[in-house]
């Protein structure tokens, strides 16, 4: 069976740092992943996919994900984030259903 | 841009009632899923449709809640009776193959 694991539930930063998000699949098959962002009483918005070819894909708002295999993570990037940026965070795999992670909830302080 | 619809934004019911929510995907999107979202947890998905057959179920409470997807176009999600612990997020999305889903807005159920 296929999971998705976000390893951490909240993650508060200072605006303008850098951040990581990290994300861990399970899988026997070869999958598809993506990252969703979800602002409050809103549907998910696409922030990037990997489906294959260059292990490191970039996204919108400056997002960027790396495809590390070997150790069956995509953890999520961005080197500088904005107070726009809060917002709940979600790991996805596709392998035949598309299945979430848990979510981790982003907080940029002033 | 093409948007998945879904209605009501909002619904409140009372427990024991019946409940639908509706979803009309994008245009030519074969596959349709119906997602619950309980406040502060990841989209659990219920039911997952290709064109108008089911193709996953396997988490839907299927003593109280229904699918379908008549003609393979637009969906309705049912519950009844609704139950306390129904209160939650419910999110559609639809996908012309496994490459990206669209969302749509969603309904915020609260059952009292």
């Known amino acids: 069976a296929q999971s998705v694991t976000q390893l951490d539930s909240q993650v508060p930063v200072f605006e303008e740092a850098p951040v990581e998000l990290r994300c861990n699949y399970s899988?026997?098959?070869?999958?598809?992943l993506f990252w969703y962002v979800q602002y409050p009483n809103q549907g998910l918005q696409l922030l990037l996919k990997?489906?294959?070819?260059?292990?490191l894909v970039k996204g919108i708002n400056g997002f960027e994900a790396e495809f590390n295999k070997s150790q069956t993570s995509f953890h999520l990037r961005k080197p500088s984030v904005h107070i726009s940026d809060t917002a709940e965070y979600f790991c996805a795999l596709f392998s035949g259903k598309l299945i979430f992670g848990q979510g981790t909830t982003l907080q940029v302080k002033p | 841009e093409a948007e998945v619809a879904q209605s009501p934004r909002y619904k409140i019911t009372e427990k024991s009632q019946a409940v639908a929510f509706w979803c009309d995907p994008i245009s030519g999107h074969a596959t349709l899923y119906w997602y619950r979202q309980i406040l502060g947890q990841g989209p659990e998905l219920l039911v997952q449709?290709?064109?108008?057959?089911?193709?996953?179920d396997s988490q839907l409470p299927k003593d109280r809640f229904s699918a379908e997807r008549l003609k393979g176009v637009d969906s309705t999600l049912k519950i009844q009776p609704a139950e306390l612990g129904d209160s939650a997020m419910y999110l559609c999305?639809?996908?012309?193959?496994?490459?990206?889903?669209?969302f749509g807005q969603g309904t915020r159920l609260t059952v009292v």
């Open positions: 449709f290709q064109d108008e057959s089911v193709v996953d």
């Open positions: 990997y489906l294959s070819g260059s292990t």
């Open positions: 999305a639809s996908s012309l193959e496994g490459s990206r889903a669209f």
């Open positions: 899988s026997s098959v070869s999958v598809y």
